[in-house]
């Protein structure tokens, strides 16, 4: 079947075709409104969003967490965690436990305060901070006061602290890295390790 169509049919014919489906786009069809009423509000919209880093390996990879109040509780919590893609370690990747974070934040044990068991306790109670802190830098300096070695068997000076231990993070800066390692052997502690070889 052969169709006659002269040029000027032609554009006319494709003129009120593209006329045609330009008034579709713009939703003044049936099928645009049907299909916009079952678009969802994006999950995201009224959100805080807040940068971290991912507590569990060496890695350190940045994440991004979104949090919104709870209608139940009033508090903010954190419904959603995704890799952040400006971070320059993970590139907006994650691993499965970095996937999985929002169970950890979320945990009903999960500490959110330090916890001290007293002597001869037998149950963790919840103390302050500055409580918390203060007993650490007792506790370090008794130590130390006690069991410092200025000089080796031998008489060679040695300044060391060998009954105390440190663990760094590795989700640190250099420059706190840097600070940690100075303090830390400022003080005469041998035994330094980093999270990256656990």
């Known amino acids: 079947m052969n169709i ?3 040029r000027r049919s032609f554009l006319k014919l494709a003129g009120a075709g593209v006329a045609a489906t330009s008034l579709g786009a713009m939703g003044f069809g049936e099928a ?3 299909e ?3 678009v969802r509000d994006f999950k995201l919209v009224a959100t805080t969003e807040a940068r971290n880093t991912c507590p569990y390996c060496s890695v350190a990879c940045g994440v991004i967490l979104y949090s919104r109040k709870d209608e ?3 508090k903010n919590r954190i419904f959603h965690i995704e890799g952040d893609a400006d971070h320059p370690t993970n590139r907006g990747t994650l691993c499965p436990k970095g996937a999985a974070l929002r169970g950890f934040v979320n945990a009903e044990t999960r500490l959110t305060q330090p916890m001290i068991r007293r002597a001869g306790g037998t149950a963790f109670e919840p103390i302050s901070w500055d ?3 203060n007993k ?3 506790t370090m300096k008794d ?3 006690a069991n410092f070695m200025t000089l080796n068997e031998v008489g060679i ?3 060391r602290w060998t009954t105390a231990g440190f663990l760094a993070a590795s989700a640190t800066t250099n420059e706190t890295a840097w600070a940690t390692y100075k303090v830390v052997r400022s003080m005469g502690i041998v035994g330094f390790d980093n999270q990256a070889r656990v």
């Open 143 to 145: 130590d130390r006061d």
């Open 136 to 138: 650490i830098a007792r």
């Open 157 to 159: 000076p040695v300044n």
């Open 36 to 38: 916009l009423a079952h």
């Open 32 to 34: 645009e409104a049907a």
């Open 72 to 74: 139940q509780t009033g």
């Open 4 to 6: 006659d169509l002269s």
């Open 131 to 133: 409580d918390a802190l």
